[in-house]
């Protein structure tokens, strides 16, 4: 009985991991799409997308406060756990993201991006001293040879970019940041709750945004492009941050942060076949042998867990 339970939720656990990492991985495409489409820079189109996904969050806060009264008030040091996991790991990672997305393909940002799973295990051995196995140095291996294969082959393709290592830059600190804010969250959730966390840290992270927006921009922005700079916006909000940001909090709860990073595998794949389909770029050899490579590492690191709980 006992099996068929634990089979259950993994089932379960499986089908919103992925189907969270699918609609995340939409996420450059529409960047790409609303950077030709309209030219708007990439603070304006995040701000855009936390202001489209801000009614969802507290709709979703108000529901949960007002069915859960049961639940234990946060401390104070959970509150600034939240808004520096909001702040420092949401709101920063998605800025260096949008901005990098303006210089790289979206095959590759995806690529340089799903770097977050190996850094997750450095930042547990520097500040948590969990030993790395020889299987996660295998990994670790096998990930950054992938990276190093796909980039190369991406800088023949893409010669002519004279931002393309900037934009390169800026999407691999986005993978550090961003692996930061789901070390924080692995911690956090199993003692705040997947709803609370999710809502508290998105709308910490959307105040951050709002407040650099304020300073750095002008809100004529949205006035040059008709109703399809919203239309981006929503999709944005809706489609490739509400939705998916709730089921990666429910999946983390379901079936643990490793097992999160061994099914988001799929986000890659997902983000170079659309890319090809909506954007027209180029699907070449090297790029596939650098993502087998990069998921095989994250599949090892991710086996290495199993087998440690196993035991």
């Known amino acids: ?3 068929t339970t634990t089979a259950t939720l993994t089932t379960a656990g499986f089908i919103i991991a992925f189907t969270g990492a699918v609609l995340f991985s939409t996420k450059a495409i529409m960047v790409k799409l609303a950077f030709a489409g309209t030219g708007v820079n990439a603070l304006s189109l995040l701000m855009l997308r936390m202001l489209c996904s801000l009614p969802f969050y507290i709709a979703v806060l108000w529901y949960s406060n007002t069915r859960q009264q049961q639940k234990a008030p946060l401390t104070a040091k959970q509150w600034w756990q939240l808004l520096w996991l909001g702040i420092f790991g949401y709101y920063l990672s998605s800025l260096l993201d949008f901005e990098g997305l303006q210089y790289v393909s979206a095959g590759l940002e995806r690529l340089i991006l799903f770097l977050y799973p190996t850094f997750v295990v450095l930042i547990n051995l520097i500040f948590f001293k969990q030993k790395i196995s020889g299987v996660q140095k295998l990994a ?14 991406e800088m023949q393709v893409d010669f002519s970019n004279r931002n393309f290592l900037l934009g390169s830059f800026l999407i691999f600190l986005c993978a550090v940041t961003y692996s930061l804010y789901i070390v924080g969250s692995g911690k956090l959730i199993p003692r705040i709750g997947a709803t609370r966390f999710t809502t508290y840290a998105m709308l910490a992270a959307t105040g951050g945004i709002f ?3 304020i300073f750095r921009n002008n809100w004529t922005v949205f006035t040059g492009t008709g109703n399809t700079i919203w239309i981006y916006g929503l999709a944005l909000a809706v489609v490739a941050t509400v939705i998916p940001s709730f089921m990666i909090s429910a999946a983390l ?3 643990g942060s490793n ?4 099914i988001s595998s799929i986000g890659p794949v997902s983000t170079i ?3 090809h389909f909506f954007l027209g770029e180029r699907m070449h050899a090297a790029q596939a042998v650098g993502t087998i490579l990069v998921i095989a590492g994250i599949l090892l690191i991710g086996w290495k867990k ?3 709980d196993a035991v």
Not at 140 to 153: C, F, P, Q, R, S
Not at 259 to 262: D, E, L, R, S, T
């Open 259 to 262: 097992n999160v990073a061994i």
């Open 306 to 308: 199993e087998q440690e």
């Open 273 to 275: 076949v659309q890319a």
């Open 1 to 3: 009985m006992q099996r």
């Open 253 to 255: 709860k379901k079936i």
């Open 140 to 153: 670790l291996g096998l990930t950054y040879t992938g990276i190093a294969i796909a980039y190369y082959a």
């Open 211 to 213: 407040i650099h927006f």
